[in-house]
């Protein structure tokens, strides 16, 4: 059975347990024979846990990471397993520790899962133990840290820079290349069905690609107006979006009003921002710093976002 469509997401202990409480019980305490009382224990409370859904939202997954970097608790549904729902948590909460500042991180795995620790490079550490009558073992994972970013003087603000007008795909391209390469941690998208001869450019897409991996700490927003002329269709970006699914967000209008925008537009956190009327042609005007405008397009955008729905069939991961 194979089934693709699923996302991730924090889960709060509180408000998630009947959730993460339905995930466990299938599989550790019916599947595994695991005693109640030892699968659920008072840690919990404490942990930083992740939560895959399939589209409707349903649970299919958990994982925790404790405060002293133990990763445990893995549990995906029968139906979803070898669908690299694991890996896609694993990779969550290894974030996850990077961005608390552990050094280093832990798990104690059942034999049966080893293979599944070491291929993200953790390293057999002890012996053999028993724990609720399986056999483990434990691992470790020496965590690469996120770059620290220097303080520095604040420079003047840069002066704003008029609009130019845009006319032809190749200066739309150009003008695009330019924002993403402005950008410090935020881009924000507004887009028809993300115009394949626009977003589907490869040096477009490599620079969405190394925005992300430099900036952990940012992410990608977008508002895709007409997502279901995107079923069925393979788009980079959003094959790019699965693989870095902790730095991309994407959702679609509901609201009639925000389904009658025509216009389309790209803006990042430097000021600089991109409009193009019509969210199927070109034609339009941009500028690398203008505060104002920028200002102006981002109120839409948020007005926009906070009544949108999440594409989760957008949140496909093919891991």
Same mark, same amino acid.
């Given at each position: 059975m194979q089934i693709t &469509?699923?996302?991730?997401?924090?889960? &709060?202990?509180? @408000? =998630?347990? +009947?959730? !993460?409480?339905?995930?466990?019980?299938? @599989?550790? @305490? !019916?599947? %595994?024979?695991? /005693? /109640?009382?030892?699968?659920? +224990?008072?840690? =919990?409370?404490?942990? %930083?846990?992740?939560? #895959? *859904?399939?589209? $409707?939202? *349903? /649970?299919?997954?958990?994982? *925790?990471?404790? /405060? =002293?970097?133990?990763?445990?608790?893995?549990?995906?549904?029968r139906d979803w397993r070898n669908q690299r729902v694991? $890996?896609?948590?694993?990779?969550?909460?290894?974030?996850? #520790?990077?961005?608390?500042?552990?050094?280093t991180v832990s798990a104690d795995a059942q034999l049966a899962a080893l293979d599944f620790y070491r291929k993200a490079g953790f390293v057999e550490e002890g012996a053999v133990f028993v724990a609720a009558g399986i056999p483990h073992q434990t691992l470790r994972l020496l965590l690469q840290p996120l770059d620290k970013s220097v303080r520095r003087t604040a420079k003047p603000a840069a002066a704003s820079v008029q609009a130019m007008r845009l006319e032809t795909l190749e200066s739309a391209s150009a003008a695009t290349l330019q924002l993403i390469a402005d950008a410090r941690r935020q881009l924000t998208i507004y887009s028809r069905d993300l115009e394949y001869a626009l977003y589907g450019h490869n040096e477009i897409v490599e620079a969405l690609k190394q925005f992300a991996l430099r900036n952990r700490g940012g992410g990608v927003r977008i508002i895709i107006q007409e997502p279901a002329n995107l079923r069925g269709q393979t788009h980079p970006v959003l094959e790019l979006a699965q693989r870095l699914t902790s730095h991309f967000q994407i959702c679609a209008p509901v609201e009639a009003e925000d389904l009658q925008y025509l216009s389309a537009f790209l803006l990042n956190d430097s000021g600089g921002y991109l409009f193009r009327l019509l969210g199927n042609r070109y034609e339009g005007h941009w500028s690398p710093n203008l505060p104002a405008k920028n200002r102006r397009l981002q109120e839409e955008f948020e007005r926009v976002w906070q009544r949108s729905r999440p594409c989760t069939e957008f949140r496909v991961l093919g891991l």
């Open positions: &469509n699923f996302y991730l997401e924090p889960a &709060n202990y509180e @408000v =998630d347990f +009947d959730a !993460l409480h339905y995930v466990r019980h299938e @599989v550790f @305490v !019916l599947e %595994h024979r695991i /005693p /109640p009382e030892v699968e659920f +224990d008072e840690l =919990d409370r404490q942990c %930083h846990h992740v939560i #895959a *859904r399939d589209e $409707q939202s *349903r /649970p299919i997954a958990t994982g *925790r990471l404790s /405060p =002293d970097g133990k990763i445990g608790r893995m549990a995906v549904l694991g $890996q896609s948590m694993l990779r969550f909460l290894l974030e996850k #520790a990077r961005q608390l500042g552990l050094e």
